[in-house]
């Protein structure tokens, strides 16, 4: 039983943890770095910490230019050695990124819901990605083509969001509540593939509550903290906290969120001391 156990939880890890190496290098900075990673963080150091998850130098290097190109990074020589630090941009992101993360799951519903519809055209489709992407992580599911429908209050997000892509010409945005239909229960619920999201907190919470703190290794806390916050902030945009009373919040949820909360500062400390080790020069 428990090779069978174990072969499920090395699926289920494999399934959930598909980050990019951008994506990585901005968890571990919001996770280790610190608002100015103290004089930048080393290229070489992350370009060996990214080997660990699987991506070769070459990938590596091309991330961090990429994020230098989006102004996430600014690259600070030093002699032969280049370092990077956040940008301003950069901490507005992991910011924002912190508040819909570690607030997930413990809020109340205020009864006000937010819809965003956009027309964005073909030359601009990047920032249509992006718009997508981020409005997914705010708890938004498509209801149809360019409409998108959260359960909460989100028009600063959204507004700032609009501004932030220049696509607020092309965008509109409407704070209501719904009307009492008897239906409406069950059309949210379609909006969102909840029984999957319950697959994946049943997972999330077999596969970390087996990792023991005080058992690890410095390297190995760090590698779990960051698969553990990398893996738990793909919750905010897969379940939309729908108001208990119109649809039940899907199971393990509270589980995996008191999960996350009590194990991700308690590998804080090793993790840290890998982090200054390896990305330090």
């Known amino acids: ?123 601009r489709r990047d920032a249509r990605a992006q718009l997508v992407r981020r409005l997914r992580f705010l708890g938004f599911g498509p209801v149809q083509d360019g409409t998108w429908l959260a359960a909460h209050d989100r028009a600063a997000e959204v507004a700032t969001l609009l501004h932030e892509l220049d696509v607020a010409s092309h965008a509109g945005v409407l704070i209501g509540a719904p009307a009492p239909l008897p239906d409406f229960g069950a059309f949210v619920a379609r909006v969102w593939n909840l029984p999957q999201v319950a697959a994946r907190y049943a997972g999330f919470v077999d596969t970390f509550t087996r990792r023991d703190p005080a058992s690890l290794t410095d390297r190995d806390a760090f590698h779990t903290r960051i698969r553990l916050v990398h893996t738990y902030r793909q919750f905010p945009t897969m379940d939309p906290e729908l108001p208990t009373d119109l649809v039940p919040a899907p199971a393990g949820r509270t589980d995996a969120v008191e999960l996350f909360h009590r194990l991700y500062p308690a590998l804080a400390d090793g993790a840290q001391r890998y982090f200054d080790e390896v990305i330090r020069a």
Do not use: K
Not at 5 to 17: C, H
Not at 49 to 60: E, R, T, Y
Not at 83 to 104: K, M, N, Q, S
């Open 1 to 123: 039983m428990s090779t069978i156990m174990a072969r499920v939880t090395t699926v289920f890890e494999a399934a959930v943890f598909e980050a990019t190496p951008q994506d990585l290098v901005l968890t571990m900075l919001g996770a280790h770095g610190g608002p100015d990673a103290h004089g930048g963080v080393w290229s070489g150091g992350l370009v060996s910490v990214l080997a660990d998850f699987g991506f070769s130098s070459a990938a590596a290097r091309a991330a961090l230019n990429r994020l230098v190109a989006r102004e996430l990074l600014a690259p600070v020589r030093t002699g032969r050695l280049v370092h990077y630090l956040p940008t301003g941009r950069c901490r507005a992101v992991l910011g924002e990124g912190d508040r819909r993360i570690f607030g997930f799951g413990r809020g109340q519903h205020g009864g006000r819901w937010t819809v965003v519809w956009h027309a964005i055209p073909e030359s």
